[in-house]
C-alpha cells in the first residue's frame, strides 16, 4: 500500500505531500524492477481506520499499534485514503495522491502524530544491508508528539536528540538489552523501559508514538529477518512480534496488485509509558 507521502491532512480530505524518511533508494531503475516489500505502521492514537489504495479497500478496521505486512507492490503510483470505519473514501481523514512506489525497496508507512499532535502520513525507506556475523541492527523512528528525545539501552545513551518524524539506527551486538526513552538531555523516563530481543541478522524497528500531551506515549515494534546473509531478494520481515508471536492474514486481489488484509494484522508490541 502507502509509499511517498509525509505530511498532514486536515479532516474532509486535503492531499498529503510525500517525502522520504531514512535509507536512500538507487536512482536507476532496471528494466525489470523487483516489487518493494511495504509494512504499514498504525502509530496514531485512539483512531481505528480502513485503508484504501486507488479506490479498494485494503485494510478494515486498523487498530492503533497494529502492523500490517509486508505487502508485495509492483512499482507504480499508488492513491491512498485512511478512513474511519465504515465511513466512504470522499470522507477520508488522510490521503496521500500518486504515491510513487519504487521497485525493489523495503518501506515501512507510519500513520502517526506530528511534533505538533497533527495526523500525519511518513514512509520510510528500510536499511537492509546485511549485518555483520553476530550483530542486529536497531533503528528507532521518532514518530510522536513530544519534544526530542533520547534512546538509552541498558541506562546509556545510543541515540540523542531525535526528532519528529526522523531515525536513528545502528549496528549493535546481538541480544537482549533493556531500552528506555528519555527527554532530551535529561533522566526523565517518558517510555519503557522494555526488553528488546534484538536477534542475529535482524533490523528491529521501533517507533515511539502517542502524544506526550495525552499521556499515551507507547513504543511499536517490527521485524526485519534475513539480513545475516546476501538475501535472494528483499528482505521480507515481519510486524509487531515481540511479544506475540502473530503474523498477518492477507491475499491477495488477483491481477490488481493490491492485497487485501484480512483478520487485522497483528498486534504490534506496545509499552505504555509509566505516567497516569
Do not use: C
Amino acid at each position: 500500500m502507502q509509499f511517498a507521502y509525509l505530511r498532514r491532512v486536515a479532516a474532509g480530505g486535503a492531499v498529503a505531500a510525500l517525502t522520504f524518511v531514512g535509507a536512500g533508494i538507487a536512482t536507476a531503475t532496471p528494466a525489470y524492477a523487483a516489487d518493494s516489500k511495504v509494512s504499514v505502521v498504525h502509530g496514531i492514537p485512539d483512531t481505528p481506520v480502513d485503508v484504501y489504495v486507488n479506490g479498494e479497500k485494503t485494510l478494515e478496521n486498523f487498530e492503533p499499534g497494529d502492523v500490517a505486512g509486508p505487502l508485495d507492490l509492483p512499482e507504480g503510483q499508488y492513491d491512498i485514503a485512511l478512513t474511519k470505519p465504515g465511513e466512504p473514501i470522499g470522507q477520508a481523514i488522510l490521503t496521500a495522491d500518486d504515491a510513487e512506489v519504487p521497485g525493489g525497496a523495503n518501506i515501512s508507512i507510519a500513520a502517526h502524530l506530528d511534533a505538533d499532535g497533527e495526523p500525519t502520513i511518513t514512509p520510510f525507506v528500510n536499511d537492509t544491508a546485511k549485518v555483520d556475523a553476530g550483530k542486529a541492527r536497531l533503528i528507532v523512528r521518532h514518530t510522536a508528539a513530544a519534544p526530542a528525545v533520547d534512546v538509552r539501552a541498558g541506562g546509556s545513551p545510543v541515540f540523542e536528540g531525535l526528532t519528529n518524524p526522523n531515525e536513528a539506527k545502528g549496528d549493535v551486538d546481538a541480544g537482549s538489552v533493556s531500552a528506555d526513552v528519555v527527554l532530551a538531555g535529561t533522566d526523565t523516563v517518558v517510555i519503557g523501559p522494555a526488553d528488546l530481543n534484538l536477534a542475529e541478522g535482524t533490523a528491529t524497528i521501533v517507533y515511539a508514538i502517542g502524544s506526550a500531551e495525552a499521556e499515551n506515549l507507547a513504543v511499536v515494534a517490527q521485524t526485519i529477518e534475513g539480513l545475516h546473509s546476501a538475501p535472494s531478494g528483499v528482505p521480507s520481515g515481519t510486524g509487531g512480534q515481540a511479544d506475540t508471536g502473530l503474523g498477518t492474514w492477507w491475499y491477495a486481489l488477483a491481477g490488481t496488485g493490491i492485497l487485501l488484509l484480512v483478520a487485522g494484522g497483528a498486534r504490534a508490541a506496545v509499552v505504555r509509558s509509566g505516567r497516569r
